[in-house]
């Protein structure tokens, strides 16, 4: 049931794009993001809702494919800040659960 | 306003001790979450409270661990029996949500970093 993100690692320089994706063998209700620094908490990023409806910063941008059960983050123009390793969320189930979250896909942005 | 706060933020016990740690949520939230993380791994999901009450608990591996929030705020964590394998760090994260259909944002702790020797 855990997600499975990809790729594992991503390497950039700053302004380059990069793109996280985020599967599923279960039907989705809902996708999360988070970022979680070397040695700190995560930190939210996104929500992403079945029918469309999306929570999040405004400088991030995702994407949720219901009937593929698949979401992709997309960090474009990246700067050194966005270093950090990011892990998608999945519900288990409508009624609102917990998440389960992937094993994350770790980006590295230098100057 | 005050975050999620853990505490001890390090453990260190030996083999076949009994651990507690304690979560302190964000004032008003009524919905907790219990995680452990190892190192390179997402965070894994052991518990969650909506108020007073186990909604899930389906994350716990084994009788040796407990948990409880008898008072619909700080929750404790507790470890019977600790082996080497429970070393991690144990996340604490809240949420404002009372219930509905979808978990709504998470505020995580800095965690409990536990190490079984």
């Known amino acids: 049931q855990q997600p499975v993100q990809s790729p594992q690692a991503v390497i950039l320089r700053e302004g380059e794009d990069a793109v996280i994706n985020c599967s599923s063998s279960?039907?989705?209700?809902?996708v999360h993001w988070y970022r979680q620094k070397h040695g700190e908490a995560p930190v939210f990023l996104m929500i992403?809702?079945?029918?469309?409806e999306q929570k999040g910063h405004e400088k991030i941008s995702a994407s949720f494919n219901e009937k593929k059960q698949q979401s992709s983050l997309y960090l474009t123009a990246s700067q050194l800040s966005y270093s950090g390793t990011y892990f998608c969320?999945?519900?288990?189930?409508?009624?609102?659960?917990?998440?389960?979250f992937g094993k994350g896909t770790t980006l590295s942005v230098s100057s | 306003g005050a975050g999620v706060s853990q505490t001890p933020s390090n453990k260190v016990t030996e083999k076949g001790k009994y651990v507690e740690l304690r979560c302190d949520p964000i004032?008003?939230?009524?919905?907790l979450y219990w995680y452990r993380q190892s190192l390179g791994q997402g965070p894994e999901f052991l518990i969650y409270?909506?108020?007073?009450?186990?909604?899930?608990d389906s994350g716990l591996p084994n009788d040796r661990f407990f948990a409880v929030r008898p008072e619909g705020s700080v929750s404790t964590l507790k470890i019977q029996r600790t082996e080497r394998g429970d070393s991690a760090v144990y996340l604490c994260?809240?949420?404002?949500?009372?219930?509905?259909?979808?978990?709504?944002?998470?505020?995580f702790g800095e965690g409990s970093r536990l190490t079984v020797l």
């Open positions: 994260a809240s949420s404002p949500l009372a219930g509905g259909f979808n978990t709504g944002e998470l505020f």
């Open positions: 279960k039907a989705l209700y809902s």
């Open positions: 992403l809702l079945k029918g469309g």
């Open positions: 969320g999945t519900e288990r189930r409508q009624a609102g659960t917990a998440l389960i």
């Open positions: 004032s008003g939230h009524t919905a």
């Open positions: 409270f909506q108020g007073t009450g186990a909604a899930d």
